[in-house]
């Protein structure tokens, strides 16, 4: 996860038309760079085992971005199909038959001030995802909390809200860690710094409800349904750290990185291939592949 380069990839997206990389600029005036005020979305795009590319769950990320602006009184007049054709236009573009993509949707506050005249760009980029299934890594438990719903909401998914994931980041490598937890106000599992936290117990699946701290995952609603379908029992309820550290599996998981399993959180060690969670993401692989049918799993094709 570390030493990752950021991609230069030929073309964005501005507000549904095709620009080149180096004119996605903003203006140093602007909200967006000075109070870092944007919105954003991951999403990802498959390539299928019969030959298509496929977005996964667009509609989803879509209504989770609007919620985001909302929140922050953001405008995004861009409706849903505006957004996926744009995507989808993005990706016929850039896409190579070897790797997938990973598409950011960002609503940058380029006017107004203070919340007054506010008016944003919806910008697409779209990088190169090697289709490599992740494998095993080393987290710890950083001493930096996640932000609260009175300060800077969870369930906003702001670049803001990215700066206590980066500390945490920094403070995680000289301790060897690819990826860190945060707790929350209450010394709880609030999630990854990009991803949210699953743990199995007794063979049930459990992760922290919302509430604990956690952005509202897509992927999280994929493994519950994917839970549900291979008869496990799913529950979102509060995680405490030394219950995290009994877990018998653990992943981290989110739309970038899938499903990673966790082998060691700050030296206490865990099955990498548990039954459980290896269950959960080889469904989740042949469901984005296109390879079964799943509910939960939304699949736009891109048709060619
Ligand atoms: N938490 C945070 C902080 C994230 O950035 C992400 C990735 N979007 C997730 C959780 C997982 O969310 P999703 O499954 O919707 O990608």
Redesign the pocket.
């Known amino acids: 996860m570390s030493g990752q380069k950021l991609q230069t990839p030929k073309y964005a997206m501005r507000n549904g038309e095709l620009i080149a990389w180096q004119d996605a600029v903003l203006h140093v005036g602007c909200e967006a760079v000075n109070r870092g005020l944007s919105v954003f979305?991951?999403l990802k795009g498959y390539w299928l085992d019969d030959g298509e590319f496929a977005l996964l769950d667009a509609r989803?990320?879509y209504e989770?971005l609007l919620r985001s602006a909302r929140l922050l009184h953001i405008p995004c007049t861009c409706s849903f199909d505006e957004f996926e054709t744009a995507a989808i236009s993005l990706a016929r573009e850039l896409l190579v038959p070897d790797n997938d993509l990973w598409i950011r949707a960002t609503l940058f506050v380029v006017e107004g001030h203070w919340g007054e005249n506010t008016r944003a760009d919806l910008i697409m980029t779209a990088y190169q995802s090697d289709k490599s299934i992740p494998s095993s890594i080393k987290v710890g438990i950083s001493t930096w909390q996640r932000s609260s719903d009175a300060a800077l909401s969870?369930r906003i998914?702001s670049a803001a809200?990215?700066q206590v994931?980066r500390l945490a980041r920094i403070e995680g490598r000289p301790r060897n860690c690819d990826e860190m937890i945060l707790l929350n106000q209450w010394g709880r599992v609030a999630?990854?710094?990009?991803?949210?936290v699953i743990m199995v117990r007794n063979g049930a699946v459990v992760t922290p409800c919302s509430t604990e701290g956690?952005?509202?995952?897509?992927?999280?609603?994929?493994a519950e349904a994917i839970a549900h379908s291979l008869t496990l029992d799913f529950s979102r309820r509060p995680i405490d750290r030394t219950e995290l550290l009994v877990a018998d599996e653990i992943c981290i998981?989110?739309?970038?990185n899938e499903f990673v399993p966790v082998a060691e959180v700050d030296g206490h060690k865990f099955e990498s291939a548990g039954p459980v969670l290896s269950a959960v993401r080889e469904r989740f692989y042949d469901a984005v592949r296109g390879r079964c049918e799943q509910p939960g799993v939304t699949l736009s094709r891109m048709g060619n």
């Open positions: 979305e991951g989803k990320h989770r969870y998914k809200n990215y994931g999630e990854a710094t990009g991803s949210a956690a952005l509202e995952s897509i992927t999280v609603d994929i998981c989110g739309t970038l």
